[in-house]
């Protein structure tokens, strides 16, 4: 088969199908091009593909209902026909019966990188135009606690990311950059809806080589590549909101704050400065107090402020740091310690909230983006903060608070997902099959047997990018690519748009659904509405049938990061911010009038409640994986290659492994009160003593998946994480960081099956 041009989150490329695996070749215009690539190359026919309809024995024969046997039942395979019918008369009967407000249709997840076959999005439209709507999430288990509250503080998280300061100032004009979480290029080489030109790592390299300083404050040295040159601060998991403190502290104390700046732009100093002084309540908030919270010697905390003051500093703050109970604060003291040393606005200065997260952060924009498949009106006002999903499933009109309003948790009877793998993102595993066992029904469309599947009452075979027509781009990426075929579907599987256009045929909907067009009259009109957008301002583009055949279009950008607080800073008065008094708000007035005791008005180091004790001594930091895109094609062959003996890796220090009789390379076990993971030991001084890491991603694999503690004998850490909310304020996941306790494991518990057909 001839090479084609496609796409993927983390890289354009092309591709063709030699007969037993793909021939992949990163786009020529990608500097860095991202290893990830490679694990596309043998998944087309892997074992772990979906092949054709399934339905789980027990729902076939018992019915829709509560079963607490999700997970551990059989399946049936069936016909298309049969499937379809399935699926549409359960809709039917809940929709019927109970209103749209019943189903939900949330299905958070990366899903893929076309445009028009972006899962979530074909899920929406196909539940608004057949049964007028769906009870959805909001935000993201990325950034949900910073979501929220920068609006409050500042101005929307996308203002504050992804049109912040950008990597060209960086390289220009900063002299530190202080990283809170570092700016580790495995996060950064991905984007959702693709990403063909991977710059960070040349950025770095550059701002290194001017004499620019990176300073990455993280329990883990790789958070900051070598090309970065920096330097490493460790600090002790979920507490640099302490050590910003401190900072802040030093800097007011020792008479180097921005005063002017602080005054004019800012609200609330003052009343910081007196919590900062023990004014407030007769605790000094001093370089030795945030000592003892996050292991940073005083005498380095005070250095590091002296050092930062009259720099041209941007303060960064990392999605991982609110993903932890109490998130907020982190990212609300990084945006008070810039605009204590006055940098917001000033060229490669101030506040990055994210840069490195994600690689759509710190680039120029295109002018006119690709537009989005139009999802169609939702009549259902329920709503849930993403991560709360298996509170609303065990707590059917209990209340919640969020974001200053009290809410109740809907009743639901029909759970669809498509495009996501909750068995992955969300916490406490054990507790979340429990929620899904409360279900009447969970309908899962999938190209792989995620253990999200594996749960599910109805499994649809869906296509993978690589075996269907679309287009891949993202705002943040100077390219559109064609995002031609490059194999059969194999076995039965079918487009998600293709599986909703029927079950939407059988509820007498199929036109409401498709509009009347097929795929590629779908391509060519959201393609003809970005024409004409670029028309109006005056760029001329190729027809449809020529960008089709070339595969590859540059869209004209505009470089305009930061603009926001440069204006601000120009003219508060002419340009104030999105808040209520238009300035940063060091104190919050909307916020301190929720009365959240878990996220007051004004910032604050609050002791998470979990805390290492003697059952379980070990921070755990279960973070983005390297070796693939969360959990997606984990069996292939980059990610399988970074395993040892089939299992995910965990770091953990010298000291904490000799105190445990522990080896290189030896198969752990790590466990808490919610369940055990196994994993292979690596054993490095890259990381704080007292941490261990082990990155997500893993299919989750339980030896026994009925067991109230699972052990997972594949490594997936969301088994031992905390289903909670950040704080009332952001509801977000705090997934990040729990504790553990880690043991040598000589038991054996048999092969990994996480891969292994039905
Ligand atoms: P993915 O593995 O990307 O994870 O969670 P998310 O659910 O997004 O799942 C996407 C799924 O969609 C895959 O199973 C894939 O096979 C499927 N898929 C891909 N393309 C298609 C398609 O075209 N059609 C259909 N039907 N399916 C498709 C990620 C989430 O995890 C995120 S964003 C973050 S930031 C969180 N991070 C952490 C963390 O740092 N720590 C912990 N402990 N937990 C986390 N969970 C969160």
């Given at each position: 088969m001839a090479s084609v041009t496609h796409s993927s989150h983390w890289g354009a490329f092309t591709a063709s199908d030699s007969g037993d695996q793909l021939q992949i070749t990163p786009f020529?215009?990608?500097p860095d091009p991202s290893p990830l690539l490679e694990n596309l190359a043998d998944t087309l026919r892997h074992p772990a593909r979906v092949t054709q309809p399934m339905v789980r024995k027990g729902w076939l024969e018992n019915g829709p209902g509560p079963d607490a046997r999700r997970g551990a039942d059989e399946y049936i395979a069936i016909s298309w026909e049969q499937a379809l019918d399935l699926a549409a008369s359960e809709l039917k009967r809940v929709a019927d019966n109970f209103g749209p407000q019943a189903v939900f249709g949330g299905s958070y997840g990366w899903s893929s990188a076309g445009r028009f076959h972006h899962a979530q999005s074909q899920l929406h439209r196909f539940l608004n135009t057949t049964i007028g709507g769906y009870v959805r999430s909001v935000w993201s288990y990325s950034s949900a606690a910073a979501c929220v509250i920068l609006p409050h503080i500042v101005a929307p998280q996308d203002e504050i990311a992804r049109r912040g300061v950008s990597w060209r100032e960086i390289a220009e004009h900063s002299d530190i950059v202080l990283a809170f979480g570092g700016l580790a290029l495995k996060n950064s080489q991905v984007a959702s809806g693709g990403?063909?030109?991977?710059t960070e790592r040349g950025y770095m390299r550059q701002a290194a080589a001017r004499g620019a300083t990176f300073i990455s404050v993280s329990?883990?040295?790789?958070?900051?590549?070598?090309?970065?040159?920096g330097e490493w601060l460790p600090v002790r998991p979920g507490t640099d909101a302490a050590l910003i403190l401190a900072l802040l502290h030093t800097l007011w104390r020792e008479g180097l704050s921005d005063e002017a700046f602080l005054a004019r732009y800012c609200t609330g100093w003052p009343m910081l400065v007196a919590s900062l002084s023990g004014e407030q309540d007769g605790t000094v908030r001093d370089a030795a107090w945030a000592e003892a919270i996050c292991g940073v010697p005083a005498e380095k905390i005070v250095a590091l402020a002296r050092r930062l003051h009259g720099k041209r500093v941007l303060v960064t703050v990392a999605h991982s740091l609110q993903r932890a109970q109490y998130g907020e604060q982190p990212v609300w003291l990084g945006l008070v310690l810039a605009a204590a040393l006055g940098q917001p606005g000033l060229p490669g200065g101030g506040y990055a909230y994210a840069l490195g997260a994600l690689g759509h952060y710190g680039k120029a924009f295109n002018r006119v983006s690709f537009p989005a498949l139009p999802q169609g009106a939702n009549g259902v006002e329920d709503l849930i903060p993403v991560a709360r999903i298996a509170d609303m499933l065990l707590n059917p009109g209990e209340p919640f608070d969020f974001n200053g309003v009290r809410r109740r948790y809907p009743h639901i009877k029909l759970a669809w997902w498509a495009g996501g793998n909750p068995f992955h993102h969300h916490q406490d595993l054990a507790r979340l099959r429990h929620a899904f066992c409360q279900l009447d029904t969970l309908i899962v469309h999938e190209h792989s047997l995620t253990a999200t599947a594996r749960h599910a009452d109805l499994i649809l075979p869906a296509t993978m990018t690589l075996e269907r027509e679309d287009i891949g781009g993202a705002p943040t990426d100077r390219y559109l690519f064609?995002?031609?075929?490059?194999?059969?579907?194999?076995?039965h599987a079918r487009d998600d748009f293709a599986i909703f256009r029927d079950i939407a045929a059988r509820l007498g909907r199929e036109e409401a659904f498709t509009e009347g067009r097929t795929v590629r009259e779908w391509l060519q009109h959201l393609y003809g509405q970005m024409q004409e957008k670029l028309a109006q301002e005056g760029v001329s583009t190729p027809a449809f049938d020529d960008f089709w055949r070339e595969g590859i279009l540059q869209l004209p950008q505009v470089d305009d990061g930061g603009r926001l607080m440069r204006r601000f800073r120009a003219d508060p008065d002419a340009h104030p911010l999105p808040t209520p008094d238009g300035k940063i708000q060091i104190y919050s007035a909307t916020i301190a009038s929720f009365n959240y005791p878990d996220c007051p008005g004004l910032p604050v180091w609050l002791t998470p409640d979990e805390q290492p004790d003697a059952q379980h001594p070990l921070w755990l930091i279960a973070n983005q994986p390297a070796t693939r895109l969360h959990s997606q094609l984990d069996y292939g062959r980059h990610s399988a290659r970074h395993k040892k003996q089939g299992k995910e890796v965990c770091t953990m220090h010298p000291i904490d492994a000799a105190a445990r009789g522990i080896d290189e390379g030896a198969i752990v076990m790590l466990h808490n009160t919610r369940g055990a993971v196994l994993a292979a030991v690596r054993i490095a001084d890259d990381i704080m003593p007292g941490v261990v890491q082990l990155p997500t991603g893993a299919w989750y694999d339980p030896v026994d998946p009925l067991a109230q503690r699972p052990l997972c004998r594949h490594g997936n850490p969301n088994v031992l994480t905390r289903d909670i909310g950040t704080s009332s304020l952001g509801q977000g996941c705090s997934g990040q960081i729990t504790v553990v306790q880690v043991s040598l494991f000589t038991g054996d518990v048999g092969e990994v099956q996480a891969f292994a057909p039905l």
């Open positions: 020529p215009g990608d990403m063909s030109e991977h329990p883990l040295r790789s958070d900051l590549p070598q090309e970065a040159a064609a995002m031609h075929p490059v194999a059969q579907p194999w076995g």
